[in-house]
């Protein structure tokens, strides 16, 4: 399969690629594709995170929120692509501000998301030692 280091890197270079596009270019067709691309990679992240938090084991069957389980994982990557659609498709240098708040947003809650989820890679079960006492 792929390598652990490569396979690890995937989520990240999918939104990193997607706002790339989405930045390089005014035309239509690869704004798609780059928002498209940032999608992937947010939901590719947020299974990954869920399936591997260790502070709730199947997040998506507990959570109690307000929003539901899907709209509040995706909250920083909505952030985060509205303001590259604002910076993308506006001409407007009015809007600018207040994209670069929605990207600082954005960014602060997926870093802070991570951090207190404490993910843990799976580990493979093994027997417990016996004390011999």
Aim: a positive charge; aromatic letters at 14%; charged letters at 15%.
């Amino acid at each position: 399969m792929i390598p652990d280091k490569i396979y690890e890197v995937l989520p990240y270079a999918y939104v990193a690629v997607g706002s790339a596009v989405m930045l390089a270019t005014n035309a239509w067709l690869l704004v798609v594709c780059g928002f498209l691309m940032v999608c992937a990679g947010a939901i590719v992240w947020v299974l990954r995170s869920d399936n591997r938090r260790s502070d709730i084991k199947a997040a998506s069957t507990k959570y109690g929120g307000i929003l539901p389980f899907w709209c509040y994982e995706l909250l920083p990557f909505s952030y985060f692509m509205l303001a590259l659609l604002l910076f993308a498709l506006s001409n407007n240098i009015y809007f600018y501000p207040s994209a670069m708040i929605l990207l600082v947003i954005g960014m602060q809650l997926w870093l802070l998301r991570g951090s207190y989820r404490k993910h843990q890679r799976p580990v493979l079960h093994t027997r417990p030692l016996r004390s011999r006492g």
